[in-house]
Every structure is written in structure tokens, then in C-alpha cells.
């Protein structure tokens, strides 16, 4: 099994870019969380899906973030307008059976300058 | 939502063994204990799950008191790959199993 796999694991952009953060889940698992990791806040859930659906989503930032899970084996994170204050690290997790908990992977460090 | 308390960090001597322990002074009869490590530019790795007692797999053990508002993540003869930051969570598999607090940087020292 590859694991979650993220894509790309590095992006550097100028603000008011458009940024997609990629996401493939394991196969099989039916929950899928975006986080993001910053010094000063640590990890944030950011959103989560069960089986496609949307069920939590209230730590969004704001309007400026969105998230997609079209199908089971991927999802999107969209950042636009990008800002300075968006860069850190986000991880994508996914989980079966959450009894043996979550599997991440190893993130997209987006740096917005 | 129960709320962690972790101590922010620790140090340690290779080939010491390490307990770390995490206060969950308001954990609701369905809620769990998880840990996870988070090694630098890596997401966090599930170590071990428990509900009471001893929890024990091949890299960890989880000592839950019978009263449940602790536990304590036992790592044996840690070496210098154990440097990591170690979370503590409570939940009950829902959205309450998914927020991180501050974690414990575990330092291993040579």
C-alpha cells in the first residue's frame, strides 16, 4: 500500500495565486481530513469528509478555502486568493475505522510570498 | 470535547525508558485514548489505541487508571530516532477524536 499520497510536497507561490493541494486516501478508507500545521497553532483540522459527503468543514478558515472529494480515491484543497499568512504545512489523513486511527501523509509545505 | 494536557517537553537518555502522560480530567464514558508521533516533515503516525488498563503493541504501551482521566504512553529503551513530538487525543471516534493539542517534543539524548 503507498499510503496517503499528497501532491506537490513543496509549493512556493505569490500572493493572490490560485493554490490546489492534491489528495489520494488509501484505498478502501471512507474518511478523509485536510489539516495544517503552523508553528505558532499547531495542527488544525481544517475539514472532513466521510464517504464523499462534506460533514465537517467549520475549521475552514475562510471563504478563501475550499475543498473537494469528487470521488473516493482523491480531493482537493484550493486556496484562492493565496496570502502570506496561508503558508504552512498541510497534511491530508484518511481512516477506515478511526478504532485504529488515522493515516497521514507527508504534506504539502506551501509557502505564499 | 475532552481537553488534553500534555507537558510541552521532555529529555531523556538513550536506553532509558520514557513515560509520558497526558491529563483528561473530562473523558465521556464512549471516548478513547490515542497517540501519535510526529517525526520533523512528516505527518503524525498512530502509535497506539486504548479504553482502559494496558494497552501494549510492538512499539509502545498505554497505562489507563481505572478512573480514565490519564494515561500514560510508555516508550522502552528509547533510542535517538525516538526524538519526536508525541500527541495525546480523546474521542470518541467521531470529530472529537480530531483535534491535536500541543503535543510533547521527546528529546533522546546521547
Known amino acids: 500500500d503507498a499510503g496517503v499520497i499528497q501532491s506537490p510536497r513543496h509549493e512556493v507561490t505569490e500572493m493572490g495565486q490560485e493554490v490546489t493541494l492534491r489528495c489520494k486516501p488509501i484505498?478502501?478508507?471512507?474518511?478523509l481530513f485536510w489539516y495544517r500545521q503552523t508553528m505558532m497553532r499547531g495542527l488544525e483540522l481544517l475539514i472532513y469528509f466521510n464517504n464523499n459527503v462534506p460533514i465537517d468543514d467549520s475549521g475552514m478558515p475562510e471563504d478563501r478555502f475550499s475543498a473537494k472529494m469528487p470521488n473516493a480515491s482523491f480531493s482537493t484543497l484550493k486556496i484562492q486568493p493565496s496570502e502570506p499568512r496561508d503558508s504552512a504545512v498541510y497534511f491530508c489523513?484518511?481512516?477506515?475505522?478511526?478504532?485504529?486511527?488515522?493515516?497521514f501523509g507527508s504534506g504539502t509545505r506551501l509557502t505564499v510570498v | 470535547l475532552a481537553k488534553t494536557t500534555q507537558p510541552i517537553s521532555m529529555d531523556s537518555y538513550e536506553g532509558q525508558e520514557v513515560n509520558i502522560t497526558c491529563s483528561h480530567n473530562n473523558i465521556a464514558t464512549n471516548d478513547y485514548i490515542t497517540w501519535y508521533q510526529q517525526f520533523p516533515s512528516q505527518g503524525p503516525r498512530f502509535i497506539i489505541q486504548g479504553y482502559k488498563t494496558k494497552v501494549t503493541n510492538e512499539v509502545a504501551s498505554l497505562f489507563i487508571p481505572a478512573d480514565r482521566k490519564s494515561s500514560t504512553l510508555s516508550l522502552p529503551r528509547v533510542s535517538l530516532s525516538d526524538t519526536a513530538v508525541y500527541y495525546c487525543l480523546v474521542g470518541d471516534g467521531g470529530a472529537n477524536n480530531l483535534f491535536f493539542g500541543t503535543g510533547t517534543r521527546l528529546t533522546v539524548i546521547p
Open positions: 489523513a484518511s481512516s477506515l475505522d478511526t478504532a485504529y486511527g488515522y493515516t
Open positions: 484505498s478502501g478508507h471512507n474518511s
